[in-house]
């Protein structure tokens, strides 16, 4: 998406619901800075206690209505960082950010290592966090079962999205990608015919989720969910937008997925459910 329709407040809404062994895996260097170096002679000096971060390490530019954006929010709570978040709301095209991310995209981290400061794409976003602190839960390190976690996300974003973004991006009043039927002048029914065809097609990369990635497990990653069921998750949230009437079992599992989650999943989500709903109830009005 481009833009989205509408201004929402951006306050940090970093507090992560997290379990401590993930949180100290997010922040694993305070302590040794506290020694003194030299040997203290006769009265030693009191030991000066590390002083926790003032700021986190990690910031997350964010558009709050947007999927893509909820993703990396559920992740970074699910993971518990200590992350900070800005709402990006008009400023991913200002001359600052484009310096920086000459995509204009968010969800976009600032972490120190990255080569170039930033990184944008959800899916590459909760990879390198998930790597950088071996969150191993969210992203199996063994190839086999990493390389089915990261087809699912590359099949996600080739092939499911685009689908998802046609059928929904007019009712929720994002821009569609330039040479695409919705971004022409054409005929409003020709507009119409192909987010119907778009809506259509949903059907069969879904169903490939279910019966291939999830193959009769609770989540793709087995268990417990992975970065690719948030990723998966949090696309669906936007079909309610045009009602598309979802399977009973992808239905199930967002529902499986958010209650495993907690406060992780629903804050962001409300955000993306406060938007959906307040475009129908304009769109009624
Ligand atoms: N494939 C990308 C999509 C990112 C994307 O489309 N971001 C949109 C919000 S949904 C954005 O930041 N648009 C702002 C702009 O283009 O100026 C991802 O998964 O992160």
Avoid at 60 to 71: E, F, H, R
Avoid at 251 to 269: H, M, N, R, T, W
Wanted: proline residues 8%; glycine residues 6%; contains cysteine.
């Amino acid at each position: 998406m481009a833009k989205t329709a509408t201004k929402t407040a951006g306050k940090s809404a970093a507090k992560a619901a997290a379990k401590p062994a993930a949180k100290a895996a997010a922040k694993p260097k305070a302590k040794a800075a506290a020694r003194p170096a030299v040997k203290a002679t006769a009265k030693a000096a009191p030991r000066v206690k590390a002083k926790p971060a003032k700021k986190p390490a990690l910031k997350l530019s964010m558009l709050k209505p947007s999927v893509n954006n909820m993703t990396v929010r559920v992740f970074a709570r699910a993971a518990g960082f200590d992350h900070a978040e800005t709402d990006a709301w008009g400023h991913t095209r200002s001359p600052e950010f484009m310096a920086r991310n000459p995509a204009h995209l968010t969800p976009m981290i600032e972490d120190k290592g990255l080569p170039r400061g930033v990184l944008w794409e959800s899916c590459a976003i909760m990879q390198y966090l998930a790597n950088k602190h071996g969150l191993e839960k969210f992203y199996p390190k063994a190839p086999a079962k990493r390389a089915m976690v990261d087809s699912a996300m590359f099949y996600l974003i080739g092939t499911l999205y685009p689908y998802v973004a046609r059928a929904t991006y007019p009712a929720l009043g994002f821009p569609h990608y330039a040479g695409e039927v919705g971004h022409s002048d054409a005929h409003p029914d020709k507009k119409s015919e192909a987010q119907k065809a778009a809506m259509a097609a949903i059907a069969e990369p879904l169903e490939v989720f279910h019966s291939f990635f999830r193959d009769g497990k609770p989540f793709i990653g087995g268990k417990n969910p992975s970065i690719a069921d948030i990723r998966l998750a949090a696309t669906l949230e936007f079909l309610a937008v045009v009602d598309y009437a979802l399977p009973k079992w992808a239905k199930d599992y967002v529902a499986a997925i958010e209650k495993k989650l907690g406060k992780a999943y629903s804050e962001p989500a409300g955000d993306v459910r406060g938007y959906i709903a307040h475009v129908k109830s304009q769109a009624k009005a």
